[in-house]
């Protein structure tokens, strides 16, 4: 059986506002060692900022840091309900070829969940798997 996305998830998600210079969000990356922010408003996701936009659309610009995260974040993005089971999630990573989904409950951010989450999880389960038929 597979389990829900809830299960992996991280839930207490370090965000950040539209109000924020990419500034501001970079040192809060590098504060909680994060590889994005989700940025919200009204506590419901409404872009992200990952480490390659810091180095694609940022360092690679010499875009000013003190301007709007607005100008960097995904703005289309793609989440997810935590009912949905994990595989089901890592296959909508697959096709829309992103690392990480904000997951929302009735339109609110409750958690993320991320490549590295999924591939921890499944290698878990087949360590236990091995473990049990080993016996």
């Known amino acids: 059986m597979v389990e829900s996305v809830r299960k992996i998830m991280v839930k207490k998600v370090v965000v950040g506002s539209l109000n924020d210079s990419i500034h501001d969000?970079?040192?809060?990356?590098?504060?909680?060692?994060?590889?994005?922010?989700?940025?919200?408003?009204?506590?419901?996701?409404?872009?992200?900022?990952?480490?390659?936009?810091?180095?694609?659309?940022?360092?690679?610009?010499?875009?000013?840091?003190?301007?709007?995260?607005?100008?960097?974040?995904?703005?289309?993005?793609?989440?997810?309900d935590p009912h949905m089971n994990i595989f089901s999630a890592a296959n909508l990573m697959e096709k829309h070829n992103v690392k990480k989904l904000p997951v929302v409950e009735r339109g609110v951010l409750v958690g993320l969940i991320t490549q590295t989450d999924i591939t921890r999880y499944y290698a878990e389960e087949r360590k236990k798997f091995f473990m049990k038929n080993l016996h």
């Open 25 to 80: 969000v970079a040192k809060k990356m590098k504060k909680y060692d994060l590889s994005c922010i989700v940025i919200v408003k009204n506590k419901k996701p409404v872009g992200i900022v990952t480490e390659k936009d810091m180095a694609q659309k940022v360092a690679a610009n010499k875009l000013d840091i003190n301007k709007s995260v607005n100008l960097i974040m995904s703005k289309n993005l793609i989440t997810i």
